[in-house]
């Protein structure tokens, strides 16, 4: 199949290496540029390209922008590089054929059995219209589901978001909706609670996927994907609540703790309180003391007993490996970066480029506080001062007119140290860091559509 153009925007999105955050809002910025072009049509290199440049030189209107400039001149680049060809069947195929293993070392599912896979074009296309315009990306629909929506029993891909990197997960996830339910619910039960729902969908997801292709490269791209494309999606955001409460769950308790969860529920499908269990893990509760607490029922400790005698059966045959953990840990770095407006964002790069690159035309403070031209200090001199780069200063006067309330701020905000040295304030860009902060992504630039 041809992917579309959002998918393969989205993937060169999804490589991270991005001035803007999210990066996402490059791809908003393409849509609203390109009169509202939802980007849904089949990815064509040289067409695709020419609408990116188009897009943006309508939202420069004749004016510059580095960070954005430089942004699109990396996403052009993926762009032309791009393969609109995937075979979607036989990765459905591939996948699905290790999941019978997985469902079993995971789950405890003997004989696991995936429903059919199917592409449409929206939501139950062939069946009904419901939620035709939904911008949704992939859909199990079970059998209570099927009788109340009057669709077929299956997993709906929806083709315009069909993405190499991440339809592995989105397959993945939609069948461990299936195992979840048939450990946690009884037949013909479907209690939906989110959060954990589509938590333990995910967490399991990325777990499975790594087992099956063992591609760590392809797990950080999901991981970028969430967040620097889906964050801006509030319905999707707050899907990874859940998965940042699963993923503690796991990380700190085990997946003996959730095998027992499973089936205690499965138990009583309505007798876990999950607001107390999501408040307590997020705010740093074991998971073991909350159990007396999540049973709605009158004897609670009944429950704790059968639950931790369950635990202490299940931990003995479910346990996480080393794989695992090297997932959990990744996903566990998810932290937004401090982001600077376009003016400070403006100054920023000057200033890196002017520390680094143009250091030679400007000043080093000595210890004993004297300013010295930085072309004035021999090669043999700036090898026996330690860190000599870094004690490279700028003159706040050399700051272009057009760069001084950014770099005022960037000063406020302390990623610039301000300070005076023989009667001249100087800018160290290195003392507040900037140039770390720039170079691992921890500050990153907003972008006002």
């Known amino acids: ?103 079993k070392r995971y789950f405890g599912i003997d004989g696991y059995q995936s429903v059919y896979s199917k592409i449409v074009e ?19 629909v079970n059998d209570v589901e099927a009788r109340e929506m009057k669709v077929s029993v299956g997993t709906y891909y929806k083709r315009s978001w069909i993405m190499p990197f991440n339809t592995a997960w989105a397959i993945v996830h939609e069948n461990i909706h299936q195992m979840h339910r048939s450990v946690s619910q009884p037949a013909g039960s479907d209690r939906y609670v989110p959060w954990i729902c589509e938590g333990i969908a995910d967490v399991f997801g990325v777990l499975m996927l790594y087992k099956v292709g063992g591609n760590k490269n392809k797990i950080a791209m999901m991981k970028r994907f969430v967040e620097e494309v889906e964050v801006l999606n509030p319905r999707k955001a707050a899907y990874y609540y859940g998965f940042r409460i699963v993923m503690e769950l796991l990380r700190n308790s085990g997946l003996g703790f959730m095998r027992a969860l499973f089936e205690m529920t499965k138990e009583d499908v309505y007798g876990i309180n999950w607001d107390v269990l999501a408040h307590g893990v997020q705010n740093g509760v074991l998971a073991h003391k909350l159990i007396p607490y999540i049973y709605l029922g009158e004897d609670k400790a009944a429950f704790e007993r059968k639950f931790l005698k369950l635990e202490e059966e299940y931990s003995k045959k479910f346990k996480l490996d080393e794989g695992d953990q090297e997932v959990l840990s990744l996903f566990a770095t998810m932290q937004p970066p401090s982001v600077i407006t376009e003016a400070e964002y403006a100054s920023a790069m000057w200033l890196k480029k002017q520390s680094i690159e143009k250091m030679e035309e400007n000043w080093i403070v000595t210890e004993q506080d004297k300013l010295i031209r930085v072309k004035d200090v021999a090669a043999k001199e700036r090898e026996k001062i330690e860190g000599f780069n870094e004690k490279v200063v700028i003159m706040e006067a050399d700051v272009p007119k057009e760069l001084v309330d950014g770099t005022k701020e960037l000063c406020k905000k302390y990623f610039v140290v301000q300070r005076e040295v023989e009667d001249k304030m100087v800018l160290s860009v290195w003392r507040g860091g900037l140039p770390f902060r720039l170079g691992c992504g921890e500050v990153r630039c907003e972008l006002q559509l």
């Open 1 to 103: 199949m041809i992917l579309s153009e959002r998918a393969a925007i989205v993937t060169a999105l999804a490589d991270g290496g991005f001035h803007i955050y999210p990066a996402g809002k490059l791809n908003e910025l393409i849509k609203k540029y390109t009169e509202g072009d939802t980007l849904q049509g089949n990815f064509e290199r040289h067409k695709t390209i020419e609408k990116v440049r188009l897009a943006l030189s309508k939202y420069l209107k004749g004016g510059k922008h580095a960070a954005l400039e430089s942004d699109f001149d990396l996403l052009c680049k993926r762009l032309n590089d791009f393969d609109p060809n995937y075979d979607f069947e036989n990765e459905v195929e591939a996948i699905t054929k290790k999941l019978p293993t997985l469902a």
């Open 122 to 140: 929206y939501y139950f296309e062939g069946f009904n219209e419901m939620y035709k315009d939904a911008d949704w990306y992939a859909f199990n």
